[in-house]
């Protein structure tokens, strides 16, 4: 397969399990890498990137996942807090960012409850702020929104809208139908590994 996404755009990568999206995703954040080809990250070419520079590019792209991996022993601004606490950052950058990134997702108010007393919206809300804490330039969304009804599927499109207007470029990565319809961007479209349609403003037609 080969595309360019742009700087700032918003671009839905949709096909059926097994067409290539999740290992898209792995090679994108160097959990694997390709046997072949180039891939490209603002004129880094990370194909063949160094175990050193892997901690590097993944602040620079923040990672949302299905079953949001969240610690439920902490705290909505601990679960937060925690992505910059592994990565050494001083105590007084770590409470200027993490009631930002709460407000951003409308939790500021919840940053005291624990994951089992948000509803799976909310939870899902809460690993969106932390994959935002390093503000990345990039957004990758690997089904956000697989566990969510039709209600929380309409706040994390949303939401994701709203931090791609501040110029975050988002990659939605999904075979959910409605979110795609919903947000009416770029859509690529993946068969077989390959990509089978790129639509400016388009549609889920698989």
Not at 178 to 200: F, K
Request: aromatic share 4%.
């Amino acid at each position: 397969m080969s595309f360019t996404i742009e700087p700032g755009e918003f671009v839905s990568l949709v096909g059926q399990s097994g067409t290539g999206k999740t290992t898209l995703v792995k090679l994108l954040i160097a959990e694997e890498q390709p046997t072949s080809g180039t891939m490209t990250i603002g004129g880094w070419n990370i194909s063949r990137i160094r175990t050193r520079d892997i901690s590097t590019l993944r602040r620079q792209i923040g990672t949302v996942f299905q079953d949001f991996k969240l610690l439920h022993r902490k705290t909505v601004a601990e679960n937060v807090a925690f992505a910059l606490e592994v990565c050494g950052a001083p105590r007084s950058r770590i409470r200027e960012v993490v009631p930002n990134v709460l407000r951003m997702v409308d939790l500021h108010a919840k940053s005291d409850r624990f994951p089992n007393q948000l509803s799976g919206g909310e939870q899902q809300r809460v690993a969106i702020a932390r994959a935002l804490v390093h503000r990345p330039k990039i957004l990758v969304a690997d089904e956000p929104t697989g566990n969510l009804d039709s209600l929380h599927t309409r706040e994390i499109a949303d939401l994701l809208e709203k931090i791609n207007s501040f110029g975050t470029t988002v990659l939605l990565v999904t075979h959910n139908r409605d979110i795609v319809n919903m947000v009416r961007r770029r859509v690529i479209a993946l068969d077989g590994g390959r990509v089978v349609s790129d639509q400016p403003h388009g549609k889920y037609r698989l």
